[in-house]
């Protein structure tokens, strides 16, 4: 049995781009733009005042709808039309989001609150704490009645939605669809991560916002965006004359169990991740061209993480790092899809970006290859990893159609 599963479409909407084409476009420009100051409510009583947020011109749909199935269609969309698709009748759906509707879930409990009447059926039409309500409404735009597999693992969730699809195909499926989306610029997620110290101190540098692995770095920026991706077997593309964009070539996920909201600073949850995703794939530390990690601007995170990489990599001054959270903030549960097809279309592109706002002076970790200007890979094979709260770590390898 092949370990690979193909991907053959993908989309994304985010901050500063409306699909897949815009988006490595801004990674090659290294504009952070879509970071400033958050507008939509009040944010004086919070610490962190910055975000990446999506404008208007580049979600679509009706504006009355919620943001997360606007995102989630537009970019289901897209990757339905590039893998020469036109339904989702027939096709297994996995949703990945780590809060859904969180606008209309603070709505909910506000209604609660001051005792104006809301649904109370928790399974209804009208109901958005169900975290599959957005997915949905979202699958229902290409004709599926069919309930979507809901992956809610908090940020680990975009990256374990593609590898629970990869594992449908392993077992037989023909084809997966792979919804991630999130819209979490809030009152009540700013607050929250406000209170686990995560989110960026910086109130109005955005150059300065989100810098994995540099010794200034105070957090991370929240981000809106969604992703899609189809994922099918090898025979199956090959039956309907399809084209593989690339391969997921291994999936690995475990919990450390560590802490609640802290994470070891060994990297050894991590390291061991990455090395049986990689087993997975039967591919070698010398056999990677590209490394995206998780990379939050956490000081706890990049530690981790750079211990993890160094224990599994040996020497990282020879494989480049491609940090997507420094380029289009954290989105939560959505950001690993994300990061996946960013991380694929730079495979597919031979290069690497640089680094935003580098200061090679200011950068903690001694060895680390963080491009200060866009450099060729050495291969087409990537590792992507994410990690979350509680103790759990996911990773997968990726392989492009090219070099």
């Known amino acids: 049995m092949s370990n690979m599963a193909a991907i053959t479409g993908v989309g994304a909407v985010g901050p500063g781009f409306a699909d897949v084409s815009q988006m490595l476009q801004l990674l090659f420009s290294g504009s952070t733009d879509s970071c400033r100051p958050i507008k939509r409510f009040d944010t004086i009583r919070f610490q962190s005042q910055l975000a990446f947020q999506i404008e208007s011109e580049h979600v679509h749909g009706d504006s009355s709808e919620w943001l997360i199935v606007r995102m989630g269609r537009q ?154 991706l ?58 990677v061209g590209l490394i995206a990690p998780h990379a939050t601007s956490t000081v706890q995170n990049d530690r981790a993480e750079y211990n993890a990489f160094r224990s599994v990599f040996g020497d990282l001054d020879e494989i480049p790092l491609f940090c997507p959270k420094a380029h289009m903030g954290h989105s939560l549960g959505a950001s690993g899809a994300l990061e996946t097809i960013a991380t694929l279309g730079l495979l597919n592109k031979g290069w690497a970006p640089a680094y935003p706002h580098l200061d090679e002076r200011s950068i903690e970790f001694g060895g680390l290859h963080l491009p200060p200007m866009s450099c060729r890979l050495g291969s087409n094979l990537a590792v992507k990893n994410s990690s979350g709260f509680s103790g759990i770590h996911s990773a997968i390898v990726l392989e492009g159609d090219s070099c």
Not at 230 to 251: D, N, P, T
Not at 254 to 275: C, L, N, P, Q
Request: hydrophobic share 45%; glycine share 10%.
């Open 75 to 228: 970019a289901m969309g897209e990757a339905l039309q590039m893998a020469g698709l036109d339904s989702l009748v027939s096709i297994p759906v996995i949703f990945a989001t780590a809060n859904a509707g969180v606008w209309e879930m603070e709505a909910a409990f506000g209604s609660l609150q001051s005792f104006v009447d809301y649904p109370t059926d928790v399974t209804g039409e009208g109901c958005s704490i169900h975290f599959g309500e957005p997915a949905d409404r979202i699958v229902r735009e290409w004709g599926t009645t069919a309930r979507p597999t809901v992956v809610s693992s908090g940020c680990t969730a975009g990256l374990d939605a593609i590898g629970l699809g990869w594992w449908d195909v392993l077992c037989g499926a023909d084809v997966v669809a792979v919804i991630a989306a999130e819209a979490p610029i809030t009152p009540m997620v700013v607050s929250a991560f406000d209170q686990a110290a995560a989110l960026t101190d910086e109130t109005s540098l955005s150059r300065h916002a989100s810098i994995p692995f540099d010794r200034n770095r105070s957090g991370f920026c929240l981000a809106e965006g969604s992703a899609a």
């Open 230 to 287: 189809i994922l099918e077997s090898k025979a199956h593309v090959m039956r309907r004359r399809g084209r593989a964009l690339g391969w997921v070539r291994g999936y690995s996920v475990a919990s450390s169990a560590f802490h609640m909201t802290a994470i070891r600073e060994d990297g050894r949850a991590i390291g061991r991740v990455v090395e049986q995703a990689m087993a997975v794939g039967g591919v070698g530390p010398s056999d």
